[in-house]
């Protein structure tokens, strides 16, 4: 016990948030995002819809006070949640970003939205399992009363319960592969 490998999370937490602060704070002296500059800032361009769509709904949900920025401390926050929150209040906020109109459920059209657009995202379409019938799964499992909809109890339990379906939503905001390419990136220029 607290016996870890070597070096530790929070070093490797310091540098990042310092390489990240530096990100944010040269492509973006505002010290605000806007969307445009959001898309940038992740390298996304020429996205499909269902990508764009989710990107949209993922600075909806960085932008807390709903300002259409995202501040610093925003940024941060949404990172820091992402890297070391607990898994509650990720699955929350999961929650939040999947529950696309903010009707307080996720239905179906919601969920396969998701998944197509995190497969685009991430660039692995040869899945055993299309994204309907992936969607479809996630719904036999987990919606336990049978009506259409996840609510978020259903979410939270759900996912707690189901390794696939944590795996991918662990990808949607795996932030690992963006920092790695803003590193390679650093490397190459
Ligand atoms: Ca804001
Ligand atoms: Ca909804
Ligand atoms: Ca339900």
Redesign the pocket.
């Known amino acids: 016990m607290g016996n870890s490998s070597g070096c530790t999370v929070d070093d490797l937490q310091a540098v990042e948030m310092h390489l990240w602060y530096k990100k944010f704070m040269t492509e973006c002296p505002s010290g605000q995002l806007t969307l445009h500059e959001f898309k940038q800032f992740f390298g996304l361009r020429g996205l499909d819809p269902e990508a764009n769509a989710y990107i949209e709904q993922m600075f909806r949900t960085f932008d807390m006070n709903k300002d259409g920025y995202i501040d610093f401390m925003e940024y941060v926050a949404a990172l820091s949640l992402v890297m070391r929150g607990k898994m509650e209040h990720k699955l929350r906020w999961y929650f939040k970003l999947y529950?696309?109109?903010?009707?307080?459920?996720?239905?179906r059209h919601?969920l396969l939205n998701i998944i197509k657009a995190i497969r685009a995202i991430n660039g692995s379409d040869n899945q055993e399992l299309s994204a309907e019938e992936f969607t479809n799964r996630v719904f036999d499992r987990i919606d336990v009363n049978g009506d259409g909809?996840l609510s978020l109890e259903e979410f939270v339990e759900g996912a707690r319960s189901d390794e696939d379906f944590m795996e991918v939503m662990m990808k949607s905001l795996d932030l690992t592969h963006i920092v790695a390419m803003i590193h390679n990136r650093r490397r190459s220029v």
């Open positions: 529950d696309v109109d903010g009707n307080g459920c996720i239905d919601e909809e």
